[in-house]
């Protein structure tokens, strides 16, 4: 229970700084219509009010929201305790401007009911019940001590004339309240909203990072068992090509499983990388077309049967790219997937302005399908039937890691298209 307490106060202290500065505007409408009733009073006959105490109570009302204000601006954000003593202070100025002007015959009375559901929509129970006991004290206070606020003479007319005014302000009151709830308690509920859902992304990033801890410890555990086998293999097959070196097909042969097993410890050296071993070049700057350029060449000895054609899009000199293995595998992925779509004509178009660079890879095959689109990045979406989405979703959460996007659409000419963004270092 404790947890969750810690865990609503930290989520509720993420939206005081502009909860704040909407009760402040509120106090200041709320200022601003109670000197237009202090004009009023002054033009109308039927009304009396004590001036001077109610002019000395306004006046220290707009020093505390002036002196709030600039404590706003200067950037320290208010705690929930102090949050609720302001408006605390809201009710006390409302209860001392009620004191001198009618008490609960003024049809403002009502303005109680603002701080209260300001409390009740942005703080935890125990504010709220707190802020609604003070609220029934002052307004029960106001029965029975107050200065009048009509003049009631014995004259019928007079009367009447006052209880017109009362359900005049009734009207104002209410019209004014209902304005107030509309624009500022839902603003505060759609900045309650806003922090759920970077809540719900944060807490969606830490599963992806979670799933890519993961995968990064599988990798390392299979670079390090699949170690010994393989160097166990090239001792066995040099062994053979020095015992058949007069049989040339067996040398041939040999010389093949040689080689094989050098590009799966190459295989392994990058996966080790991968899962955060990273070399000691790794990381360092490259021009972003010379990056391509090699990725796509190594790429292709893997991948010789696939047709690529490359496409710059910027000409000039190409801005330097700070990039690891991890981003190339990144690029492979998206390849490999274009190559499995459709293994010809796929195209690598490139660019780079002022802020960006971009990389986009096309293929001619069917196109993402709909539920891949809608749920990129997912560790198990795919569109191959045998794939688990692992390519994708590594991908991007490598794009990501980077300050860059990872987008995919269907080009309307057909295919699919995946478009990687990166900020311009």
């Known amino acids: 229970m404790r947890l969750l307490d810690t865990d609503r106060s930290s989520k509720v202290a993420a939206v005081l700084p502009g909860n704040m500065g909407r009760v402040l505007l509120m106090r200041a409408v709320l200022i601003l219509c109670q000197l237009l009733l202090v004009l009023l009073s002054l033009l109308y006959d039927g009304i009396t009010l004590s001036l001077a105490p109610i002019m000395a109570v306004i006046t220290i ?23 609720f003593f302001q408006l605390l202070l809201d009710v006390l100025f409302l209860t001392l401007l009620l004191y001198y002007s009618g008490g609960y015959t003024n049809p403002f009375v009502s303005l109680y009911l603002l701080p209260l559901i300001v409390v009740s929509t942005t703080m935890e129970r125990r504010y709220a019940w707190t802020m609604s006991g003070v609220v029934m004290f ?3 206070l106001m029965v029975f001590e107050y200065h009048p606020l009509f003049v009631m003479g014995g004259e019928h007319g007079s009367q009447f004339a006052g209880f017109h005014l009362h359900l005049l302000g009734m009207w104002f009151s ?9 624009f500022f308690i839902m603003r505060m509920t759609q900045s309650i909203r806003e922090r759920d ?42 062994e053979l090509a020095c015992d058949f070196a007069d049989n040339k097909e067996v040398a041939e042969q040999a010389a093949i499983l040689k080689n094989e097993l050098a590009r799966c410890k190459q295989v392994l050296s990058q996966l080790s990388a991968s899962a955060g071993q990273l070399r000691a070049e790794d990381g360092q700057g490259i021009a972003f077309d010379r990056f391509i350029r090699d990725a796509i060449t190594h790429w292709q000895v893997m991948r010789p049967q696939a047709e690529l054609r490359l496409n710059p899009q910027t000409e000039g000199s190409a ?17 490999n997937n274009a190559a499995d779509a459709e293994a010809r004509g796929i195209l690598v ?14 293929d001619q095959g069917e196109g993402f399908p709909q539920y891949v689109l809608e749920q990129v ?24 890691r980077l300050g860059g996007r990872l987008q995919l659409f269907n080009p309307d000419g057909g295919g699919a298209c995946a478009r990687i963004v990166l900020p311009r270092g």
């Open 377 to 400: 990045g997912q560790p198990e979406i795919s569109s191959k039937s045998t794939g688990h989405g692992l390519g994708l979703f590594l991908s991007r959460a490598v794009v990501e």
């Open 349 to 362: 178009s490139f660019g780079w302005d002022a802020q960006q660079l971009w990389l986009e890879v096309r």
């Open 197 to 238: 859902t970077r809540l719900a992304k944060m807490r969606e990033t830490a599963e992806r990072d979670s799933h890519i801890l993961a995968l990064g410890a599988m990798a390392a555990g299979a670079a390090h068992e699949l170690g010994t086998p393989l160097a166990t293999m090239a001792v066995v097959s040099h």
């Open 61 to 83: 009302y707009i020093t505390v929201n002036v002196v709030s204000l600039l404590t706003l601006l200067g950037n320290r954000r208010p705690s929930e305790r102090v949050y």
């Open 138 to 140: 002052c307004y029960t």
């Open 319 to 335: 801005p330097e790219l700070v990039a690891d293995f991890t981003l190339t595998q990144a690029l492979y992925n998206l390849l």
């Open 174 to 182: 209410f019209a004014l309240s209902v304005s107030l709830i509309v």
